[in-house]
């Protein structure tokens, strides 16, 4: 079954998350030393209403971009549309994937991976990555972790000029399970919403990806260290993995 709970979220996520990508194409650059992609193809899987990877596309990549959520593939491809840019959209669940291309790079950012909710489901997505990679293709992707799940966990109300919006957070620290209940109110209506993540350990994702067959080539801390140094205060952490 599809997790799919961005039906409203969707109308107001560029809004809302406004600065985040530059973030990752800084890592990018800081790892790759360019983030020029000289028509290498590029597949960012969870890739929202497309803001990061049009920006690759910006920069040279041959983009496609997959998602569960039908509301952000169609904004991401008015997007592309408005941007007079060409890339590929599907809707898909990256427990399947089912694409038949094969990439030189997989990103799969903010959090994206964490609405995975079961470790033989991430063992599949990690699977299916590899598969779709051109030997020595990267795949970079993010994940929050047990210590964001607890640290984070405060009712956040925010006004926009548009909309309104409230998140509720809750965890629990057993099942790891993060529970963001979200009312958003915008054009004279409230619509609630319910996402639910997991909340995974640099140690257990690390085991994961490298028994799916990755090298691991760098784990950093993203959010809150200068030095990127990774360690039990970790909010999210970023991995930069390559199929060998
Ligand atoms: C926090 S958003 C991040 C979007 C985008 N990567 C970005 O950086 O803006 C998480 C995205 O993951 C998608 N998603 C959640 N579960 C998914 C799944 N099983 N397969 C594919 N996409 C999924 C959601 O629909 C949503 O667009």
Redesign the pocket.
Known sequence: M?????KYL?QV?DVL?KE??QV?IKLLNDYFGSTTGNNKKLL??????G??LLEMVKNGWTGTG????PE?IRLAKIKTKKQRLLCNFFV????EIQLRDYFDLA??????IN??LLRKDMTKVFNNVYARLNENGHFIFDITTPYQGKKFSVKFNAKFDTFGVTISPSYNETTKIKTLDLILNFKGKAYKETHIQRRYEVAEISSLIEKSGFTIKEVWDVEDKKDKKVDAETTRAIFICQKR
């Open positions: 599809l997790n799919n709970p961005y969707s996520y998350y985040l990508h990752t960012d899987i969870g890739c929202g209403t803001t990061f997959i998602d569960s959520s952000m898909r669940d990256m427990r990103t799969c950012n903010f959090d994206a609405y995975i």
